[in-house]
């Protein structure tokens, strides 16, 4: 019954490899995100979807391409992944339109060598 | 110059200190302060929210929040083994909207010893 859950937990590849990260919510939200959380813990926001509309594109290199099928999942894939890549990826989703808390799912290790 | 600037810590205490875990913020239009805990391998999860300046109180934490010396801080009362964790404020310029950003400060860990 976990509210935002992403696969997989873990993830090892290599250099130039093409991976994808799952995200699903059950809360009923409107509005998903994707952080990246750093070796220092710092969380930057990549990109944000309303409705399965991106709203929010930081910069981002376009290696990495978020698809939300539908307002209960968002999903991001890397292209020929760098060692630089290597963080902790989170989903996060709330109601975009009320205050409400941001949910965050349990993150995606990525490790790349 | 980060917009959120947080004492990364370590911060180590003993069982039933009081803990101060403070954020400073450049961006005066930022009006909303909240703090989430994040334990280790789990996602951050919200522990308090403010609007504009003032206190709130929620069982052993009390967040402030000084708007004019763009200040904002956390404290824990009775800290436990359990509240051992990483503390990460976040702010915004407002609440609702679904293009609203939330700007994370960069963690600080604590570690309460038993």
């Known amino acids: 019954d976990t509210a935002v859950s992403q696969t997989p937990k873990y993830l090892v590849t290599q250099m130039g490899n093409d991976k994808s990260i799952k995200c699903e919510q059950n809360l009923g939200h409107d509005t998903m995100y994707w952080y990246k959380q750093d070796s220092k813990k710092f969380l930057k926001i990549m990109f944000s979807?309303?409705?399965?509309?991106?709203?929010i594109n930081e910069t981002v290199p376009n290696r990495f391409s978020p698809k939300s099928p539908d307002k209960a999942h968002l999903n991001l894939h890397i292209n020929s992944l760098e060692l630089g890549d290597s963080a902790v990826y989170f989903c996060?989703?709330?109601?975009?339109?009320?205050?409400?808390?941001?949910?965050f799912g349990n993150g995606t290790r990525l490790t790349v060598t | 110059q980060k917009e959120v600037e947080q004492d990364p810590g370590p911060l180590s205490v003993p069982e039933g200190a009081i803990v101060s875990l403070n954020c400073t913020y450049s961006n005066s239009a930022f009006q909303y302060f909240m703090w989430y805990r994040q334990y280790s391998r789990k996602g951050p999860e919200l522990l308090m929210y403010t609007y504009s300046s003032g206190n709130k109180e929620d069982g052993r934490f009390t967040a402030q929040v000084d708007k004019s010396s763009k200040y904002i801080s956390l404290f824990i009362r009775d800290s436990q083994p359990s509240d051992s964790a990483t503390y990460l404020c976040?702010?915004?310029?407002?609440?609702?909207?679904?293009?609203?950003?939330?700007?994370f400060g960069t963690g600080t860990l604590l570690a309460v010893q038993p």
């Open positions: 979807y309303n409705n399965k509309e991106l709203i």
């Open positions: 996060a989703s709330r109601l975009g339109t009320v205050n409400s808390p941001l949910h």
């Open positions: 976040a702010m915004s310029g407002h609440y609702g909207g679904a293009t609203n950003k939330l700007i």
